[in-house]
């Protein structure tokens, strides 16, 4: 429930374009919780239990899951599904539905559910924006760009509207659908009316540059990301070093070495270089010098000053824990324990398809995965927990698939009694991403939350030099 309450929330937040904020405790539940007079707490739960309120009902579930009792929070549940089959927990529950849905076709089907159950509610129809921007984004990268653009259309609250094709034209980056996301964001620029004091104007300004970028239009796009690098991220509300790629992407792009230099040696430095960087820093090193004297050393001397820093910070994180021995079920339903891989470091990723910083993890994960295919005594797993989707076990698979990841996932679903995701208690799991690295004789080496990595080969250099001290014990 918590889970799926913050997804509520952010969901509805989203429609309104607010600041996410958390909502405020319920000083009717934090009475309950409080009340000693064990007479005057069962006259409140009888008459919350009897009463005619959907808001009543969920405070009595509220009240079970905070008091762990999930048996009659689940009873409760139930009955407020028979009393209100199209009251606000319902709302919520088809919301979430397609917010979790990937297959664009079963997305539309889920939104007319929507519209014909709750589109003439007074209570909601000030509240199907969401929906249409979520059933909008499933259609990204499938070819289908009026889809996109009609259920965009529909979104009806014109403030939310400038936004939300911001949004969409940042998702359409991660599916490559460059072209579409160049006019949706034109879109808002459109709706901006050249107003450049709106509180988004800087990820507007980072999205159209990048989007610009990866169609080719770098006189055209140079401008947008260098106007906000120029900021240096004090008075932008933008991601420091995704601005500052695509702003050295456009200078390299341009030629312009004598300014990308110094930002291509730190990325280097840093383990952050995209492989563009990589590809023109000997041009760059040549522009600056004259010649390519020193160039080779240049480079040795970085990669090995990575390395050695890497390995002596990564030393100092080593700690040496019991790893508990979970038993789980993979995406085709073979069961999978920890005991299974004794003898070899095993790497545990906890991930969820709704965790943005855990896909964002992906794609370096996918570049471990490659490093260490071929070595039998090296095993990553993929656990995904904390679900918030009807069907966890869909949701993963096909994300996956769409991602065409070669993963190893294990489903860590809540225990139908206890309601925990018990691999993620059993490893203390507070926040996801959260990765462990374990040894040979199952104890945990290494353990991290987040994803904190500079880029690529930061990653990868943190991740061997792991794997290879848990390798010794």
Known sequence: MK?????????FAIISDAVAQRPP???????MLGQKDESLLQDTIKMLNNSSSEDDLQLLINYYNATKNPEKSTSVAELLKQKFPNGKTAFNELGERIYNERDPEQNEKNYR?????????PAFVNRLDGSRYFVA????????????MEYLNMIRDTVYKTSAFSYAARESIGTKDYKLGETLIRKTFADLKGDTTHKGYDEFCRIFSELLYQNGKYEEGYPYAKTVYDKQSKTTSVSFPQLKNTYLNYLVALNKYRDAYPLMEEQLRSGAASQLVKDKFKTAYVTIHNTDNGYSALIASISEEMKEKTSAAVAKKMINEPAYNFELKDLKGKTVKLDDFKGKVVILDFWATWCGPCKASFPMMQEAVNKYK???NVVFLFIHTMETAPDATKAAGDYIRDKKYTFNVLMDLKDPVT???LAATGYKVRGIP???VIDGSGNIRFSTIGHTAAGTDAFLEEMNAMIELARKG
């Open 3 to 11: 889970y799926i309450s913050f997804f509520v929330f952010v969901f």
């Open 137 to 148: 984004v499933t259609f990204l990268g499938k070819n289908k760009p009026g889809k996109v």
């Open 25 to 31: 405790a319920n000083p009717r539940l934090t009475a």
């Open 434 to 436: 959260a990765k462990f």
């Open 374 to 376: 071929n070595d039998k």
């Open 113 to 121: 559910e929507l519209i014909a159950r709750f589109g003439s509610q």
């Open 419 to 421: 309601k925990n995701n």
